[in-house]
């Protein structure tokens, strides 16, 4: 028996704790923390410890799957990859690049997402490639950017031990970055003062020296409040300002009436914004986390905006224990961004409307790239709806349980020409393609990923690919074989790497073993900085000077009104992991939480005749569902919370796809909704049920 450690990181969030996977003969059988880890110091949480469920071979898809009119067969890699290459070149053929593209994956390796958006542009000769941070951080990479010059966290994961308060803001850390949430529990154990805003009462709130429990979507009136209250009492740092920043004349006389009807808008009195404001300014050295509190609104671009004026004019951004610090999600979501598996950028956020960029691109690849811009991926889904675009190539997100409006986006993928859909389960999504190709998860393949505080980490192969998987760079290059290109020829996972890092400037000084020496390297690094940054923006910003922005106040897109008198707002819990395709596998994981829930205020209870644990249907102006209620104080009268972990009861049956106009970021956070109380002792109807009993779109 051959038994073998490998030291790889975790799959799941953005945190990027470091794993070891014992094996034995091939067969993974237990998962252990990595001791000296500069993240997760020898800690795991428990999706962490259950990530070897989450890619045993329990439903694991082992070969190439085409539809037929009596559902999936098995086909061979080569008919696979024929039927494939033939569907896109004739979509090609009749309409143009446009009308294909590619939604790649957070979850997959730096090397699968370069590869994924050189497939896109060299090959397929469109932009259309992007991928789930759309949904997601989207707001701050195009917000960050025009405020810093850099959309990434500021800091560093060890900062949190390192500083005087901690802000969180929208974001619940202790379940979605639970290593992280742990350790702001820990060092405000230890004496660091925590203020957490958020309008549900989350367990760091029930911790904070302050809650501020703000109404949903007020985010720019609480926060433009507060920079007023800072300059009205001269608590800026107008050292810093002067230095280093441009804007405040304009800042100032935006926020000039910042007071007027505050205290209705965002629920919160003045007293309380002026002492947070104080406690803000007068720390020495204050860190600001936050998360989808603040993106997941048709404002989400401007919220961005408005918390880098907080810090900048209290001048918290450039040293330890400071920084704005955006909780990005996935575990390689910031890689995602960093490999320009976007519609606007190549690599390195090097812009597609740039000559100079697309020159240098076109120079390395060899090839004539695409200006038009590319598609989002909501912008796919839409133009599929009207037949402009009719083949998508989708790997690593399951779209039909994570994006907004589910009905929509069901009858969008239905009309495609040609859904090929790489995955190492069937999901939802997976179950509407035409190909479905069977992939490699992070412990049968080799590459990187890159953690929320920039650190790019070793990821190492423990165990053979099952059945006939393959790692996604391995099947892109194949796709583009097919199409008789040699763009993606590489010999490893390596050489990828190599051609990256040459081209993308954050990159350029990394390599697999300067990469190891390192139990990572955060980036920027390059010759400047060969050993990486742990803190951006010390001396200057990449703009030079940072920018102070006014942003106004929007108003949330749909409100409760007489028919839908509750609002929801849609939340993480700390067992479940996005569409639940991995983490409900762990039967250790399943067994915490029951599918589902919908988190309701005892009052809005009582009113409803709504028991604890009763049955209830939800319904938005979109959707149905059916669930359990949680009748919770965490929640304030008139607001309800569903996770969207649960296909049973997937949230986004209900929720509002409008969108930030800037970044077309759905309004994941807000919606209106009505909920009924179901005869007691029904059990609530799945969606599959709904959609049998309903005639569901089907493919
Ligand atoms: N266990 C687990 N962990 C995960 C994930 C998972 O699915 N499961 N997913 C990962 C991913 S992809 C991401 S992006 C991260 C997300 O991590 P978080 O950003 O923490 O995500 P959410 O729980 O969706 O939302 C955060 C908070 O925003 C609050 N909120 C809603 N509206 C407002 C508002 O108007 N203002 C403010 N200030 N707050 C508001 C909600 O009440 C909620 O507590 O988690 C990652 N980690
Ligand atoms: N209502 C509501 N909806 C939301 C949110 C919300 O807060 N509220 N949050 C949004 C956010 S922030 C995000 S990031 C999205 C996430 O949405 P998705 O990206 O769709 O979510 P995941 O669950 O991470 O799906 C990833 C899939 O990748 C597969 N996978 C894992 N590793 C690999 C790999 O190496 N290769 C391949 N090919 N596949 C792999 C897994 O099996 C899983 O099915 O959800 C969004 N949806
Ligand atoms: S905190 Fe995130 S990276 Fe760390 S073990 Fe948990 S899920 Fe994995
Ligand atoms: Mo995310």
Known sequence: MVSQTTTTICPFCGVGCGLNLHTEDDRLISVTPQLDHPVSRGQLCSKGWSSAYGVDLRGRILHPLIRTPRGFRQASWDEALTTIGEALQQVLNEDGPMAVGIISSARATNEDNYAAQKLARAVLKTNNIDHCARICHSPTVAGLKQTLGSGAMTNSAADIFETDLIVVF????????????????????????????????????????????????????????????????????????????????????????????????????????????????????????????????????????????????????????????PLRGQNNVQGACDMGCLPNVYPGYQAVADLAARDKFSHAWKTALPEQPGLTSLGMSKAALDGSFRALILFGEDPVITDPDQNQERLALSKLDLLVVAELTMTDTARMADVVLPAASFAEKSGTFTNCERRVQHVRQALPPPGEARGDWQWLAAIARQLGSDQLDWSDSEAVFREMAALTPSYSAMSYPHIDEHCGLQWPCSAETPDGTAVLHSNSFPIGRARLIPVHPTEIDESADAEYPLLLTTNRLHFHYGCGSMTRKSPLLEREIPPGLLFINPADAR?????????????????????????????????????????????NQLTNNAQDPVTKMPELKACAVAVEPLPPGRVPRSMDQLNAEQGGIER
């Open 170 to 325: 929208g974001a619940d850390p202790t379940e979605n970055h639970a290593i992280l949430g742990g350790h702001i529990m820990r060092a405000h154990l230890a004496g660091t003062k925590l203020i957490v805003v958020d309008p549900r009462r989350t367990r760091l709130a029930k911790l904070a020296d302050m809650h501020l429990q703000l109404k949903p979507g007020s985010n720019i009136a609480l926060i433009n409040a507060l920079i007023k209250t800072i300059l009205d009492n001269h608590w800026q740092d107008s050292e810093y300002i002067e230095a280093r920043c441009e804007g405040l004349v304009p800042l100032a006389a935006a926020v000039a009436n910042a007071y007027d009807g505050v205290e209705r808008t965002t629920g919160i009195d003045l007293e309380t914004i002026r002492e947070m404001a104080r406690a803000y300014s007068k720390a020495s050295r204050a860190m600001i986390f936050y998360g989808m509190g603040i993106t997941q609104y048709v404002s989400g671009t401007n919220n961005v905006i408005a918390l880098s004026n907080l810090a900048l004019v209290c001048g918290q951004i450039g040293r330890p224990g400071t920084g704005i610090n």
């Open 607 to 651: 009113d409803l005749g709504i028991l604890h644990r009763a049955p209830v249907g939800v319904r938005s102006r979109r959707g149905y569902l059916e669930t359990c209620a949680m009748v919770s104080e965490d929640l304030p009268p008139g607001l309800v919370s569903m996770p969207y972990h649960f296909r049973e009861a997937p949230s």
